[in-house]
């Protein structure tokens, strides 16, 4: 599915709906791998919880999250699979949950995020 917006203004959009959904607990983002032609993609990757790094993709409008390990990832799943069927509210939500699973409860409580 293709959206009718350009992959820079998709990017932005989705770094807004993550930074209002987490607040302080992400940051330093990185847009790259953006290109319309010949279909919309790109990669947003950013520091979550100062603990993972997660990396968003777009690709002819299905999105995704993972942990990034290296050259690889760790998928986070997520029932919000089409960017123009996706509530980004939920998406984030699931996100949260799936990152929060991961790291340990004493971490979250020290910094104030449990």
Known sequence: MQNKHSAKEIAKIIIKKLKDNFDEKIGSFSVYNITDEPYSMFNIT????EYYFITFS???G???CSITQGQYGIELKNSQQWYDKADLDIFCRELKEQIELRIP??????NGWK
């Open 46 to 49: 950013f520091d979550a919880y």
């Open 105 to 110: 409860d004493k971490f979250l409580e020290y």
């Open 58 to 60: 777009y690709n002819r």
């Open 62 to 64: 299905s999105i995704g």
